[in-house]
């Protein structure tokens, strides 16, 4: 099945104060995943996390704008490490990798 999500073992732990995600040995679209993310002070939620795997663009296709004929191809391989306030996304640090093969995106408003 195109864009199933499948894990072997995932764990959440919850408490009053903070929450754990932790996926292991999962799969999106057959390809491998691996998450970790903690939330705490959910007054004003922190988070910290590590997110690997891959990403085919086509499943970001739904998201683009109607108008302006976007296409959009590739397949991203992410390795990613993030903390921050999730309220200010701006102020949160990003770190880590990104690799895109095959990558083509197009739109009407773009000379050829």
Do not use: C, W
Request: cysteine-free; hydrophobic content about 40%.
């Amino acid at each position: 099945m195109i864009g199933e999500l499948k894990f072997r073992r995932i764990v959440v732990d919850a408490k009053p104060d903070n929450a754990r995600l932790n996926v292991q040995d999962g799969t999106f679209d057959g390809r491998p995943i691996k998450a970790n993310i903690l939330v705490t002070n959910f007054a004003a939620p922190q988070v910290n996390g590590e997110l690997s795997g891959y990403l085919d663009f086509i499943f970001l296709r739904p998201f683009l704008p109607q108008r302006g004929g976007h296409q959009l191809e590739g397949l991203a391989r992410f390795d990613l490490q993030f903390n921050g306030p999730v309220k200010d996304y701006r102020s949160m640090d990003f770190s880590g990798d990104i690799a895109v093969e095959r990558g083509k995106y197009s739109a009407t408003f773009l000379p050829q």
